[in-house]
């Protein structure tokens, strides 16, 4: 089943649909980032995959005001 979604992905022309499965793939990143700073006790690090989580929620956010077209920018002329 997971082949078929793929398939989808790589063949379909619609942009909302890549947005979203972008986003997704950020929550996963930043999910993975932040579980990450629990389990190692250096403060740079911490600060580093703090700083790249919040980099890739602003991410996630401007690619779904895209999907959305929240943002006067995306909004067709």
């Known amino acids: 089943m997971a082949k078929a979604t793929a398939t989808q992905s790589e063949t379909s022309r619609d942009p909302r649909f890549h947005a979203r499965h972008m986003s997704q793939r950020f929550d996963e ?25 919040e980099v890739l929620t602003g991410l996630k956010t401007a690619f779904r005001h895209y999907e959305e077209k929240a943002e006067p920018a995306w909004k067709v002329q």
Request: glycine share 0%.
């Open 29 to 53: 990143l930043i999910e993975h980032l932040r579980s990450d700073i629990v389990t190692v006790d250096e403060p740079q690090f911490k600060a580093m995959f703090e700083t790249a989580a």
